[in-house]
């Protein structure tokens, strides 16, 4: 069912995340057999840049044909999204634009998460820095989904910094619900108590777009401590990279589209942002159904992060007790029944640029000073120059104690992979050595109250 989402990208991976939680189980992303398991660990052995290479390699394997374009079905996909969670009633359910935080809501709400967004993944085999190619190529992909899809927005999402290893085989183009598909519907109606309420979550956060055709727009680069007009514009540090990397003609370093034929259009931005229609459509189907509506509005996805943080803080507040650890964990490196099992307060960083980095100076203020600190960073396997040396986090992190670094090998990051195994057997063996269960669960009314006191607008309908 929808194979061609993409499992592990932040959407799905974070509903997976939240539906573990809500099963009682850990989070292992990629749950590989023993003779993949072992192959890897073999892997981890060798020289960093054979394993780099064999990363990159595998990374190439994961496209989809283009032929696969044709089979996307936008309630195929919801359908998928909604078959991850307990068949049972919920107080409270969640839906909108995705995030760590998100699932971290949804786990001390015991709400499941239901994503306006996923990716799909094409095999494209091309020069990374050929902007011109991949928005055609692009283009020809979007537009065969939507044909059979009227209500999807279509993204090819290039970031040729951020993603850069991967660029080289795929070709990312992300699908955002405009509306309340037919599954999502269903499950609110099946598994929504007579006295609960929806959640919306709202992320405005925006992002300059070349509009390719109706319903299909281009993003150049993503969330990070490059600015959307630097990779178009360019810039001394973009060319230096590009030429670093390899691009004998790197200009003035920026990516844009010269030829004035596409609209340049401000835009919801494609991982995060959240879809105006989907919105307005969630709002319709609360007041023909009857169902009280909470409006979440923020500008970024680290606000619904900090809202995570706040509502766990509470939690133990009403346990009364003090929590003594933090898990900053990364992107698609989650797992909210540990924060539940360990009373770790959740500070979930949506990468570990410069930006994720001053948020989490910020957001430590909030945590009990003897509160230790884990954390993990997500192993993209790309160098870009807006990342923040790990050595810089362990200070950051160093508090009464030092940090202890969960699933990462600090020796060959951003290039491991053996994060891939570690990850979870780490999270799973600290849970069973530190029991602290959260006894507490909170509800939607505690969701608005938290939010007011953070700055996000909350608004019932």
Not at 75 to 94: F, G, K
Not at 194 to 208: H, T
Not at 342 to 360: H, K
Request: hydrophobic share 45%.
């Amino acid at each position: 069912m929808a194979f061609y989402v993409e499992k592990s990208d932040s959407s799905a991976a974070q509903m997976r995340a939240l539906a573990a939680a809500l099963h009682g189980r850990h989070f292992d992303m990629y749950g590989l057999g023993f003779a993949a398991r072992s192959a890897m660990r073999w892997l981890s052995w060798v020289p960093g840049p054979v394993a780099g290479a064999a990363a990159k390699l595998a990374l190439g394997r994961i496209g989809l044909p283009h032929s696969a374009a044709d089979a996307v079905r936008e309630d195929e996909m919801a359908l998928w999204a909604a078959s991850l969670y307990p068949v049972r009633n919920y107080r409270t359910i969640i839906l909108g634009a995705p995030s760590g935080g998100a699932s971290h809501i949804g786990s001390i709400l015991d709400a499941p998460f239901l994503s306006s967004h996923f990716l799909l993944c094409f095999s494209d085999v091309r020069n990374v820095d050929d902007v011109y190619t991949t928005a055609a190529r692009a283009r020809r992909l979007a537009s065969r989904i939507a044909r059979n899809n009227p209500s999807l927005r279509l993204v090819a999402h290039f970031d040729p910094v951020h993603d850069r290893p991967v660029l080289v085989f795929i070709n990312h183009i992300r699908a955002k619900l405009a509306r309340i598909p037919l599954p999502y519907g269903r499950f609110v109606s099946r598994a929504l108590a007579d006295d609960g309420a929806l959640v919306l979550i709202r992320c405005e956060y925006k992002w300059k777009q070349y509009r390719l055709k109706p319903r299909v727009t281009f993003q150049i680069g993503g969330l990070g401590g490059i600015p959307d007009a630097e990779y178009l514009e360019g810039s001394s540090r973009l060319a230096e990279y590009r030429t670093r990397h390899g691009d004998p003609a790197p200009g003035d370093g920026g990516w844009r589209l010269r030829d004035g034929r596409y609209e340049l259009c401000d835009m919801p931005e494609s991982e995060w942002g959240g879809e105006p229609d989907f919105e307005a459509s969630a709002r319709h189907f609360a007041s023909a159904n009857g169902i009280k509506l909470l409006v979440l509005t923020a500008d970024h996805p680290e606000k619904f992060s900090e809202l995570a943080l706040e509502l766990h803080i509470e939690a133990s507040c009403r346990d009364s007790v003090e929590p003594s650890f933090v898990f900053a964990d990364c992107f698609n490196q989650l797992d909210p029944v540990a924060n539940l099992k360990s009373r770790l307060l959740p500070l979930w960083l949506p990468y570990y640029c410069d930006r994720s980095f001053n948020f989490a100076r910020s957001m430590l203020d909030r945590v009990p000073e003897d509160a230790r600190v884990l954390f993990t960073m997500h192993p993209s396997l790309a160098d870009p120059f807006d990342m923040i040396p790990l050595d810089d986090w362990t200070r950051l992190f160093t508090r009464r104690e030092p940090p202890m670094l969960v699933g990462v090998d600090p020796d060959r990051f951003p290039h491991d992979f053996t994060y891939i195994l570690d990850f979870a057997r780490k999270t799973r063996a600290f849970c069973a050595s530190h029991p602290d269960p959260v006894r507490a669960r909170l509800d939607a009314r505690d969701l608005a109250a938290a939010a007011l006191r953070i700055g996000i607008s909350a608004d019932w309908h």
